[in-house]
Nanobody, 126 residues
């Protein structure tokens, strides 16, 4: 499975961006999809994840209420709608795919994901 993330850019604080992640194969709909981010000098951190059914979702506390993850299995695409962006959201954002069958904190762990996209830069200015 190859993942291609896009949609990053430069935005002012309080603005919005929508990231997209397109998978190369239809079987991507069989994976739990997640978004992670890594800021300069910091470790990669979990942002959000979504199950195959598109209903069960998980969010990091830092983005709850501001970010929304969704997926369109017909288009092999997962989205991350980011609203009310803050400077501390500045990072490279990565999408990733993990086998299903687990729940909760399992998908907060980057090591549980088998496939990763190349990342897209999000910069939020004051």
């Amino acid at each position: 499975v190859q993942l291609q993330a896009s949609g990053g850019g430069l935005v002012q604080a309080g603005g919005s961006l929508r990231l997209s992640c397109v998978a190369s194969v239809r079987t991507a709909s069989s994976y739990v999809m997640g978004w992670f981010r890594q800021a300069p000098g910091k470790e990669r951190e979990f942002v959000a994840a979504i199950h195959l059914n598109g209903i069960n979702t998980y969010y990091a506390d830092s983005v709850k209420g501001r970010f929304t993850i969704s997926r369109d299995n017909a288009k092999n695409t997962v989205y991350l709608q980011m609203n009310s962006l803050k400077p501390e959201d500045t990072a490279v954002y990565y999408c990733a795919a993990s086998p299903p069958g687990y729940s909760g904190s399992y998908y907060y762990q980057g090591g549980k994901y088998d496939y990763w996209g190349q990342g897209t830069q999000v910069t939020v200015s004051n």
